[in-house]
């Protein structure tokens, strides 16, 4: 950092010719000031993050809100709404697949597949897939809009059409 001459920028007399004072130029933040619930429509907003506007605030953001949310404003938190869309996006553009059970733990994680291959191909190859091909798990799986509909996989219905739609699509997550 460069020293600068205060006296080179305000005519004030000091008392000694050599005395100087640094200033420090504050840390410049940068963020983008798009809000992505305005910036894009329903059918942009559910590509990039995999779910529809509605979910994330009425479903899923208040499920984990209160883990995410900073006592205080120090180091300019971020939302937990933005949080979470950030976590969705990373998640979305992963090299991965990780089926979640009731309890938040793991019961399948797929990590060898390259990241263009389509979700519903890294499913049918999982070992969860098979497991419930092969009736050794019951229950009902919650997947999103990039896994097809299965008897044992519920997706939300692309484009509702009426309020019974929409209700279901916000119902399963």
Aim: negative net charge; aromatic residues 12%.
């Amino acid at each position: 950092m460069d020293r600068i001459n205060i006296n080179e920028i305000v005519d004030i007399n000091l008392s000694s010719e050599d005395e100087e004072i640094q200033i420090r130029v504050p840390k410049r933040y940068i963020r983008d000031g798009e809000n992505p619930f305005e910036f894009y429509n329903e059918w942009e907003f559910k590509k990039r993050f995999r779910f529809a506007k509605n979910s994330i605030m009425f479903s899923i953001l208040p499920l984990i809100e209160e883990g995410l949310s900073k006592v205080n404003n120090r180091g300019l938190p971020i939302a937990p709404v933005f949080q979470l869309l950030i976590s969705l996006r990373f998640y979305a553009t992963a090299n991965f697949q990780a089926v979640v059970g009731p309890r938040t733990e793991f019961l399948d994680i797929v990590p060898e597949w390259p990241g263009s291959e389509h979700d519903s191909r890294i499913f049918q190859n999982s070992r969860i897939y098979m497991r419930y091909r092969q009736r050794e798990l019951d229950g009902i799986l919650v997947g999103d809009s990039g896994y097809p509909s299965l008897p044992f996989l519920l997706t939300p219905i692309n484009n509702p059409t009426s309020d019974k739609e929409e209700r279901f699509d916000i119902h399963i997550i």
